[in-house]
């Protein structure tokens, strides 16, 4: 017992090693299976090829901002005292800078990498059985999970000890921590910024294909969607690879990350004796998040079907639940045998099962939002069915039908959210909303592999449609991809969720660093910042969603083009030209994903620099309300209406009358689901990094911008003698005019 006290820290990046070893078992195990007959596997390699061309050309662009920023990190680190305060950072920030970017990059490669080769091999699965292409396309999915999360765990648990070395730190409290953490921010600002323009641009790209593909091609040209005739159903193919593969794998990479920092950042401040050098509270979160790996693993043993009939979402919900149950039930002991008795953050006084508490607060939290976000997107389920009903009387009751599902589904969300940050407040003050954020996100493994199943299965159904092949195939990748958009959505409620309870201990640990105790919105510049940080995520929306339609009406008239210019794509005689259209939606969105991300991470810098902490502060708050608000709403809203248009495709019935493909309802539908799709795989899952990385960047520049208290030897004292006087009035009566002696404290 005594060797893993003494070597506890070095267990951390062994836990990341053990997922990134089981991460490339199992992607030899998806590499081994069958990939299907040449043509299918030609269909694959577009996808593929369109997939490596757009990371490229992302990567050439990101690597310019990452190298300019990390120069500006290097040189603000090289900066010793500010006004006679010392500055505890570091020029190697840039460094954990650079790597947090690289490894975030590499996150989202490793789930594009898994999915481009998993897709096919699930179609040609689908041609047995069910239940082999939901083992083919889930365990896919877990190359993708396993790989952010261990890469993670391992790039800030190793960073950790190399700057513990690097900067001698021989005690928490000392100078030497608090420059090591503020340097180990850099990793997390990094893997932000990545993940911010990894997603807003595959967002863009997967949007414009897939709004291209289906007004052009189901809409006017009445072909299905992943029709091999329609041009732009390859581009569409490869957006669910860049978009919901890699920008959400480097996106719950950054979240992961952010989540475990921030409760670092406020375990520093926590004063303990342990049995780790005082260093249980800030190790605690990434231990669990740690073998939050190896539960994710177990929990995906419990992922299988019988047979034909047996029902998908619960053999994934079941891999979930088992992995949060055993998170809970494991987390006691850690946290019994981790922290001392009693522990006290900024006078919040609490004990150690009070933690273990908060943590089950997180677990909780997750679990419902998932719950509830299954709800309201899911197939056969009341608000999906309200919209399917109002798809009867057209387009326009289709759309607001949608508008209203999404915006009823922030009411519960945001109550169990309110009611988590209390909860975790009450049972472990800030440190216990830390550490809520923390359970919740220790089971991303097994989130992500959910998550990334869907556009597997996706893909998987636009193979077997281009390949023509038997109808049962594409029954069985339908069932999967249904399934699948209840899980994205799902994925993106817990993103979410996650982002709140992250930003706010990342607001906790810049109020400590920026030296301000409270944010006062009666001060006018503080109730401005309010204000802007509202306005921001509706920007922030409206340029995603204006970059979508821009690159949607390039790759509508492109289409258009090759249906009028080349002779004999209809009749299958000729062969569309694929890759212009793969070119138009990268172009598109690495042009358009650069004002976003220029937004979130220039805004709080001016902000924070012109007007101070107090007022960054202000607008911190209303950028994590309204991007919270806006995210659960715009995901939701666009889950529901696609599982709505997916409906069709099994036949509904509205007021008696059954309505399938191509029925008149069912293209009212198809305008919803267009409608939703920047809502959902843009602008709404942009929203959780948005929020984070303006915390982040806030965190940085918070000892540059802080509110200093005056040294002792620049104070004067001004000593007022006032003296006592009687006098007496005309009828005699005394009059004491009495005055105190004051003194008063000024600054030079």
């Given at each position: 017992m005594n060797f893993l006290q003494e070597n506890l820290i070095y267990s951390i990046p062994a836990l990341g090693l053990v997922g990134i070893i089981v991460m490339m078992i199992k992607s030899a195990w998806v590499n081994k299976q069958d990939a299907g007959d040449k043509n299918m596997q030609e269909l694959a390699g577009y996808i593929a090829d369109g997939a490596m061309a757009f990371l490229k050309a992302e990567w050439r662009v990101l690597s310019i901002f990452a190298v300019f920023t990390a120069a500006l990190l290097a040189y603000s680190g090289t900066i010793t005292e500010i006004k006679g305060v010392p500055m505890h950072s570091s020029w190697i920030i840039s460094i954990s800078f650079l790597i947090g970017a690289i490894f975030s990059a590499t996150a989202g490669y490793?789930?594009?990498?898994?999915?481009?080769?998993?897709?096919?091999?699930?179609?040609?699965?689908?041609?047995?059985?069910?239940?082999?292409?939901?083992?083919?396309?889930?365990?896919?999915?877990?190359?993708?999970?396993?790989?952010?999360?261990?890469?993670?765990?391992?790039?800030?648990?190793?960073?950790?000890?190399?700057?513990?070395?690097?900067?001698?730190?021989?005690?928490?409290?000392?100078?030497?921590?608090?420059?090591?953490?503020?340097?180990?921010?850099?990793?997390?600002?990094?893997?932000?910024s990545i993940a911010l323009f990894a997603r807003v641009g595959g967002g863009i790209y997967t949007k414009a294909a897939d709004v291209g593909a289906d007004l052009v091609g189901k809409v006017e040209a009445g072909i299905p969607e992943d029709d091999v005739r329609n041009p732009a159903t390859i581009a569409d193919n490869v957006g669910d690879n860049v978009g919901d593969v890699a920008g959400m794998g480097a996106d719950l990479f950054g979240s992961y990350v952010a989540t475990i920092l921030a409760t670092m950042v406020l375990g520093q401040e926590i004063d303990v004796k342990d049995n780790f050098g005082g260093m249980s509270p800030i190790l605690l979160p990434m231990v669990i998040c740690g073998l939050g790996i190896i539960f994710s693993i177990i929990g995906t043993w419990f992922v299988t079907i019988k047979d034909e009939k047996s029902n998908v979402q619960n053999a994934l919900n079941l891999g979930n639940w088992s992995s949060i149950v055993i998170t809970a039930v494991a987390s006691f002991?850690?946290?019994?045998?981790?922290?001392?008795?009693?522990?006290?953050?900024?006078?919040?006084?609490?004990?150690?099962?009070?933690?273990?508490?908060?943590i089950i607060v997180g677990l909780v939290v997750g679990t419902?939002?998932?719950?509830?976000?299954?709800?309201?997107?899911?197939?056969?389920?009341?608000p999906v069915n309200s919209i399917i009903q109002q798809s009867s009387t057209g387009h326009a009751t289709n759309i607001i039908a949608g508008l209203s599902v999404g915006m009823k589904s922030t009411v519960i969300p945001i109550l169990v959210l309110a009611g988590g940050i209390m909860a975790s407040y009450y049972f472990a003050g800030l440190y216990g909303v830390a550490i809520a954020a923390a359970g919740m996100m220790a089971t991303t493994a097994m989130q992500l592999a959910i998550d990334a199943f869907g556009p597997i299965a996706d893909n998987a159904g636009g193979i077997a449609e281009m390949s023509q092949l038997p109808p049962e195939v594409r029954e069985r990748t339908d069932n999967l991809d249904a399934v699948g958009n209840t899980t994205a959505a799902t994925g993106k409620g817990f993103a979410i969720a996650s982002a709140a309870l992250t930003s706010l201990a990342l607001f906790a640990a810049f109020v400590g660093i920026a030296g301000i105790s409270a944010i006062d919105i009666y001060k006018a510049p503080v109730l401005a910042g309010l204000f802007i940080g509202g306005m921001i995520p509706f920007i922030f929306s409206a340029l995603c969603i204006q970059a979508v339609g821009k690159a949607a009406m390039d790759m509508v008239q492109e289409v258009r083009r090759q249906f009028r210019e080349i002779p004999g794509i209809m009749e299958y005689k000729a062969k569309p030209e694929y890759e212009k259209c793969v070119a138009i939606s990268t172009k598109a969105s690495i042009r358009?994903?650069?004002?976003?991300?220029?937004?979130?991470?220039?805004?709080?810098?001016?902000i924070g620099f012109t007007f101070g902490p107090e007022v960054l502060g202000g607008l911190l708050a209303g950028v994590t309300v309204t991007g919270v608000l806006m995210g659960i709403f715009q995901s939701n809203a666009g889950g529901a209406w696609d599982n709505a248009k997916k409906s069709f495709e099994q036949g509904v019935m509205i007021n008696g009358e059954m309505f399938y493909k191509k029925s008149e309802p069912h293209k009212a539908s198809v305008t919803g689901d267009t409608v939703g799709d920047?809502?959902?795989?843009?602008?709404?899952?942009?929203?959780?990094?948005?929020?984070?990385?303006?915390s982040i960047v806030s965190l940085v520049i918070a000892p540059y911008i802080a509110v200093k208290a005056i040294p002792t030897e620049e104070r004067q004292e001004v000593r007022k003698e006032i003296r006592i006087e009687q006098k007496t009035d005309a009828s005699g009566n005394i009059i004491n005019d009495t005055l105190m002696n004051t003194t008063d404290t000024l600054a030079n």
């Open positions: 490793i789930g594009m990498k898994s999915a481009t080769k998993a897709n096919v091999r699930t179609t040609q699965a689908a041609r047995t059985s069910l239940k082999q292409a939901l083992k083919v396309s889930f365990t896919g999915g877990t190359v993708m999970g396993l790989g952010v999360a261990g890469l993670a765990i391992l790039g800030l648990g190793g960073l950790f000890i190399v700057f513990l070395k690097y900067f001698n730190v021989v005690s928490v409290n000392s100078v030497e921590m608090k420059t090591a953490i503020e340097v180990l921010t850099g990793f997390s600002l990094g893997a932000e002991f850690i946290v019994k045998w981790m922290l001392p008795e009693t522990l006290s953050l900024r006078g919040y006084a609490f004990s150690s099962i009070n933690v273990f508490y908060a419902i939002m998932s719950v509830v976000t299954e709800y309201f997107t899911a197939m056969g389920k009341g358009e994903m650069m004002l976003p991300g220029a937004i979130a991470l220039i805004t709080p810098i001016i920047p809502f959902k795989d843009t602008s709404g899952p942009s929203m959780n990094i948005l929020i984070k990385l303006m």
